[in-house]
């Protein structure tokens, strides 16, 4: 995997903006996943000294076992303020620097925030996976935009999630009667092949196993690496 360059990275919502607008119309929206899902990896990232650091963590986990083979963390300067919608210019720099020193690299990537489900149709996890080429799945706690029906409550309970006529993403239930999670396309993967993965790497709690190592990792939590 070849990274990009961040010397000319958006500093202001403008350029950001602007960017978004343009890469959006290269996000895949069918499935161009590898013949065999071997790796799966979380991404999450922190904030250190008031926001002025951000640390961002990668787990990759042996799927469909969801064992940790490898993970890594970088810290680094963080380049933009925090506006909503615009998640990716303030998260993605140092998830690439994690990404850059991992010696094994995952299949596909699920990450802790929007992909379609976004205003733009460009939220983190589009592009990560745009500029990584990598198959990747948003998975939100909280909903950026869009409206969806009743959902029932038992685990593998899914509606969609609409902006206007559009399906923009699916709200799926991962534990009987919790809150459901928000799951999007990110890049070369189709919708009902996010759900599958979100919920086959969810067997046991609310949020998938790998963002719950990725977010151990990120916050410095017990178990995880702070470093």
């Known amino acids: 995997m070849k990274l990009p360059s961040l010397a000319d990275w958006p500093t202001t919502t403008v350029a950001a903006r602007a960017l978004q607008q343009a890469l959006a119309p290269g996000v895949e ?3 161009r996943l590898p013949d065999r899902i071997r790796l799966v990896a979380g991404v999450d990232v922190g904030f250190e000294e008031a926001g002025r650091v951000t640390r961002a963590a990668v787990a990759v986990l042996r799927f469909p076992e969801l064992e940790l ?5 970088h810290r680094e300067a963080t380049r933009f303020p925090y506006v ?5 210019f303030r998260e993605i720099p140092a998830i690439l620097g994690a990404l850059a020193t991992l010696t094994t690299l995952p299949d596909l990537l699920l990450c802790d925030g929007q992909g379609l489900a976004h205003p733009r149709r460009f939220g983190i996890a589009s592009h990560l996976g745009l500029l990584t080429d990598l198959p990747s799945i948003g998975v939100a706690k909280s909903r950026l935009i869009g409206r969806h029906g009743d959902l029932p409550p038992e685990r593998g309970a899914c509606v969609a ?4 006529e559009e399906v923009i993403g699916a709200v799926l239930r991962t534990r009987q ?6 799951v999007s396309i990110g890049h070369r993967i189709n919708l009902a092949t996010a759900v599958d ?8 709690y609310r949020l998938p196993e790998t963002t719950r190592q990725a977010h151990r990792l990120a916050s410095g939590e017990p178990g995880g690496q702070n470093r």
């Open 29 to 31: 929206r069918r499935n």
């Open 69 to 73: 083979v490898t993970q890594a963390v």
């Open 84 to 88: 909503p919608g615009y998640l990716s």
């Open 161 to 164: 999630l609409l902006d206007g």
């Open 177 to 182: 009667a919790v809150q459901p999670l928000y």
């Open 197 to 204: 993965f979100v919920l086959r790497c969810a067997p046991r």
